[in-house]
Each structure stands twice: as C-alpha cells, then as structure tokens.
C-alpha cells in the first residue's frame, strides 16, 4: 500500500499538472540509493507552498531515473524539448562570434554554471557525511588552482565577523532562509560543509553545497563577455581535473539532461550568463515592451536586485532565458547578440522620447 497522496497546494504548478494518483501510488513506496530520496521529499515545496511553477527537486542522479515517469513530462514541458532529445555541451570560447560592443553602457559581466559530482546525493538528499566529503574534495581542489585563478577557500563554519563582512560587501556570501530551500531539505546541518572560494582579483568564485554542489561563477566589470566565458571553462576544466585526480569521480553528465541540477530548471547547461546594463530608452518606452522584446530575443530581463528584487532605475540584468537543448556557446552567443540589439534600439528610443 502506498501512503495517501498529499494535497499539492500549489494547483497551476508542473508538480500539480503531472504527479497523478496512479504514478503516486507506483513511485511513493521508491527510495533512491544513493542518498535515500522518495517522491514525497521531491515534491514537498509544491505540497507545502501555492506559489511553485515547478515545484519539484531531485535528491540524487538516481531521483531523475527513479522517477523518471514524474521528471521527464515536467522537463520536457519547463524545457519545451522533446522526449527523445540530446543533450550536448561545448564550452569552446573560440567559437563565440563577436562581443558586447565596447561602447554599450555594461556595468558587469557574469556567468555561473552548477555541477555536481558523481556519487553523492545533490542538496535536497545529500548526507551529511557525503556533504562533509564534497567539501574536502573541493578544499583539495581549490589548493591546486594556479595563476589567475589561485585563491583562498572560506568555509561558513567557523567564519571570522570580518571575513564575513568582506563577503557580504562584495556580493559573494549566500545566506540560509530560503523558504524553498529549508522545505527542500537544502539546508539540513547549516552551516556545516559549506563555503566560498574565489580567486585573488575575485573574478572566479564557486559556492560549495549550496542549492548545488557547486556553483561556479565567472565575473568581471564591463562587458567582456569572451573573457569572462574563457575564465569560466578555464576553470571549471581545472576543478574537473583536480576531483577526478584525487577521487576518481567525475562530474555527473547525462546524455540526456546535460549536466544534473538539483532543480530541473537547470537541467543541461545549468548557466545563466548575464549583463548588467542600462536601458534608459526601454525603461521610458515601458517594461512590457522591454519583456516583450526579449521573448522574441530569447533573453530574460530582471531588476537587478536578483530573481524577486523588483526593478531600480535604468539598469536590467539580461540573461539567456534557455538552459538545456541548446550548447553553453549557443547561450553565451545569443545573450551577446541580444544585449547588443537591445543597446542599438535603446539608442533610437533615447532619441524617440527626447532624452
């Protein structure tokens, strides 16, 4: 007998659209291997909220084949891929055609990508033993880092009030209380087994056991795009290497889904490559006619403040709206392409509205 299947709260959810009471009753009783996640764990942000569009994390690699019946219709209806679709990577910067026009108004430049390493459960599952684990692999490989991406590890742990302010003024630190998270099991044992890395021009960072094993961000002012790309495979490669030297593991990467997110919204490449830059035109012109645009650019436009921050003045951080069914380069390229659009026509709009 299966447990009684729990009221989805969040009714308009992929969660509420896809998880029925046949599958729920086949799939509840399955606990995943490696880190011993059911269908109830996964699903609990769509059951506890009524705010979720997804609604839906995975434990482990397993959770993805486990619950295969569940994941694949959420996936392929988030992602808008078909059922038999690959997935292919290429991070090769030389293939990248062009950059953001040096004279468009671009504050910043940033790009992260997650990865996970095979044979530990990702956050809503991970262990605490494994979690410890990942974390000493990363302090090894960190330790290997050479040249321009050599820096310093700064576990949460333990953390000196001064190390953490330094952090917090540069955007860096990520903090617990994320009501997705906590309910997603993400911050069991907080903050044990976490941290920061970054290099010593804080150019290259990853966070270590956050919402993914890893998250590993590239970043600088301005708007070289290309430079910021190279940095980031660069080192991925180079935290790649160093795990697999040391451990044997490699990162997880299906043939299918890319590389494995614990949130399936990040399935395949798992990177958001993002600008921040001013578009005093668009803004007078109205932000639906900026949304709009970007649809049909296939770029995503936020306020800077983050995800939910709401929008201050002029400046937008516009990102590739895909994530998976497309290459890191084919991403990188079309954010490129579709900010120097945007920058050309918000010139003529400028002009349009006298300013």
Known sequence: MSDPMPEIRSKHSLVAKYVTQPLWEK????????????????????????????????????????????????????????ADAVHESDMD???????????????????????????????PG????????VEGLMKKAFANLTGDLAGTYYPLTGMEEKVRQQLVDDHFLFMSGDKNLITAGMERDWPEGRGIFHNKDKTFLTWVNEEDQLR???????????????????????????????????????PKYGFIHSCPTNLGTGMRASVHVDLPGYTKEGLSVLKKRCEELKVQPRGTRGESGGQTGITYDISNKHRLGYSEVQLVQCMIDGVNTLVKEDLELQKKHGL
């Open 126 to 133: 991970i262990t605490r033993d494994q979690r410890l684990e």
């Open 216 to 254: 590993i961000i590239s970043m600088q002012k301005g708007g070289d795009v290309r430079a910021v790309f190279d940095r980031l495979a660069r080192g991925i490669e180079a935290v790649r290497e160093s795990v697999k030297k040391e451990s044997g593991r490699d990162f997880m990467l299906d």
């Open 27 to 82: 799939l509840s009783k399955v606990v995943t291997k490696t880190s011993g996640f059911t269908l109830a764990q996964a699903i609990s942000c769509a059951v506890e909220y009524d705010d979720q569009h997804c609604g839906i994390y995975a434990g482990d690699w397993d959770s993805y084949k486990d619950f295969a019946e569940v994941f694949d219709p959420i996936i392929q209806d988030y992602h808008g891929i078909s």
């Open 93 to 123: 910067v030389s293939k990248i055609q062009g950059n953001i026009d040096p004279s468009a108004p671009v504050k910043s430049t940033r790009i992260r990508v997650g990865r996970s390493i095979d044979g530990f459960g990702l956050s």
